[in-house]
């Protein structure tokens, strides 16, 4: 079965230091990868996905995400992180024919 | 243009009642997902639609959910028989094809309390 776990319930950050979020992944076959951030009281909003080619893909607000196959990770990276970033981070994952799975999410918090 | 939206955006009930979540999905979108998420969980899939038909239900905890998509637009999740364990976030999502590489795009979700 797939899954995905995001090691951190929280990530603490200042502001303009760069952000890691961790998501590592399982399933059957190539992967595909998502991000998605949820603000209070808003739906989720898609951030960037990994489907295939090069390893580090980028996406809305200047955040990228780093795709590592022999590590099964899927680790959101920003190099410069801004207060208004402060939200719940999903990492999700799915197979070619199986439902997108979710982690159980990450909360970053970045302090002026 | 216009996203995904769900109504209502609250819905209290009582244990035993039966309640219906409707979700528009964003126009010109063939695949529509319903998703429930539990407090402090991520979302978790309950039955993905292809145009009218249900493509994958295996998520849909037991017979008491059912949903529908006559049309192929508007979907409806219907909850018979509610129980408090059934209060959550429901959300829906669609996306333009069905396909794996094809991210959702997720409406602001249904607060539903059974109480």
């Known amino acids: 079965a797939q899954s995905v776990a995001q090691p951190e319930d929280q990530v603490n950050v200042a502001e303009g230091n760069p952000l890691t979020v961790k998501c590592t992944y399982s399933?059957?076959?190539?992967?595909?990868l998502f991000w998605y951030v949820q603000y209070p009281n808003r739906g989720l909003q898609f951030l960037l996905k990994?489907?295939?080619?090069?390893?580090l893909v980028k996406g809305s607000y200047g955040f990228e995400a780093e795709f590592n196959k022999s590590q099964t990770s899927f680790h959101l990276k920003k190099p410069s992180a801004l207060v208004s970033d402060s939200a719940l981070y999903f990492c999700?994952?799915?197979?070619?024919?199986?439902?997108?799975?979710f982690g159980k999410g990450t909360r970053l918090s970045v302090i002026a | 243009g216009a996203g995904v939206s769900q109504t209502p955006s609250n819905k209290v009930t009582e244990k035993g009642k039966y309640v219906e979540l409707r979700c528009d999905p964003i126009s010109g979108h063939t695949a529509l997902y319903w998703y429930r998420q539990s407090l402090g969980q991520g979302p978790e899939f309950l039955i993905y639609?292809?145009?009218?038909?249900?493509?994958?239900d295996s998520g849909l905890p037991n017979d008491r959910f059912f949903a529908v998509r006559p049309e192929g637009s508007v979907s409806t999740l219907k909850i018979q028989r509610t129980e408090r364990g059934d209060s959550a976030v429901y959300l829906c999502?669609?996306?333009?094809?069905?396909?794996?590489?094809?991210?959702?795009?997720f409406g602001p979700g249904t607060r539903l309390t059974v109480l």
């Open positions: 999502a669609s996306s333009a094809q069905a396909g794996a590489y094809n991210e959702q795009f």
């Open positions: 999700a994952v799915r197979g070619w024919d199986t439902p997108l799975v």
């Open positions: 639609f292809q145009g009218t038909g249900a493509a994958d």
């Open positions: 990994y489907i295939t080619g090069d390893n």
């Open positions: 399933v059957s076959g190539n992967p595909y």
